[in-house]
């Protein structure tokens, strides 16, 4: 089973940049679809952005798209999310998931629930 733990949150002004990374535990991340989620304060865990466990398929939340970027290196069984244009709407504890996943379509690679291993989040504060 894959542990998983993200890294490179904190405090960023609008318009700055961060990247988080997850790393992973174990010889079978190659093998596993990734997700990242966040959750706000008092709201529910929100699909961020997936990429399939060959990169092949990525897809983002349309809040982010042309703003953030998915990469994965399964050599070093890392899976990073590249965070452009802060805005303070996403300040949020950030989440990377790890899934296996037959079809890749939104219905299905967007549901938190049809991810079974989570890392720990790491917070990402953006400040106005």
């Known amino acids: 089973q894959v542990q998983l733990v993200e890294s490179g949150g904190g405090l960023v002004q609008a318009g700055g940049s961060l990247r988080l990374s997850c790393t992973a535990s174990?010889?079978?991340?190659?093998?596993?679809?990734m997700g990242w989620f966040r959750q706000a304060p008092g709201k529910a865990r929100e699909f961020v952005g997936f990429?399939?466990?060959?990169?092949?398929?990525?897809y983002y939340a349309d809040s982010v798209l042309g703003r953030f970027a998915i990469s994965r290196d399964n050599a070093k069984n890392t899976v990073s999310l590249q965070m452009n244009s802060l805005k303070p709407e996403d300040t949020a504890v950030y989440y990377c998931?790890?899934?296996?996943?037959?079809?890749?379509?939104?219905?299905?690679?967007?549901?938190?629930?049809?991810?079974?291993?989570w890392g720990q989040g790491t917070q990402v504060t953006v400040s106005s």
């Open positions: 998931a790890a899934g296996s996943f037959i079809t890749y379509t939104s219905i299905y690679v967007n549901d938190p629930l049809r991810y079974n291993r």
């Open positions: 174990g010889r079978t991340f190659s093998t596993y679809d």
């Open positions: 990429i399939s466990r060959s990169g092949g398929s990525i």
